[in-house]
Nanobody, 117 residues
Framework: QVQLVESGGGLVQPGGSLKLSCAAS????????MAWFRQAPGKERELVAS???????SYAESVKGRLTISRENAKNTVYLQMNSLKPEDTAVYYC???????????WGQGTQVTVSS
């Protein structure tokens, strides 16, 4: 049974930091590309950051220099370190796992991040 379980969300003041974690199980984590998406109220879900199975990363322009994605294959976990947070970063953040080889696309349940004073 595939599971992606996000944690680490919460309320933070502008300029603050949070670190999200996504614990994966039920598939061969090291072979999958991982990503973080977010969806703000009334907006479409958007890609925030991704990391390939080889460790190559990419970011949305709006988060470059502030958010960092990383993975720890030994723990089947992907992280999103978020610094210098802004109110516009407020959203539900979703963990995603993809594999073209396995024709698979998995989602977590999401974790709320609220940036507000």
């Amino acid at each position: 049974q595939v599971q992606l379980v996000e944690s680490g969300g919460g309320l933070v003041q502008p300029g603050g930091s949070l670190k999200l974690s996504c614990a994966a199980s039920g598939f061969t984590f090291s072979r999958y590309a991982m990503a973080w998406f977010r969806q703000a109220p009334g907006k479409e879900r958007e890609l925030v950051a991704s990391i390939s199975s080889f460790g190559s990363t990419s970011y949305a322009e709006s988060v470059k220099g502030r958010l960092t994605i990383s993975r720890e294959n030994a723990k089947n976990t992907v992280y999103l370190q978020m610094n210098s947070l802004k109110p516009e970063d407020t959203a539900v953040y979703y963990c995603n796992a993809q594999s073209k080889r396995d024709d698979a696309n998995y989602w977590g349940q999401g974790t709320q991040v609220t940036v507000s004073s």
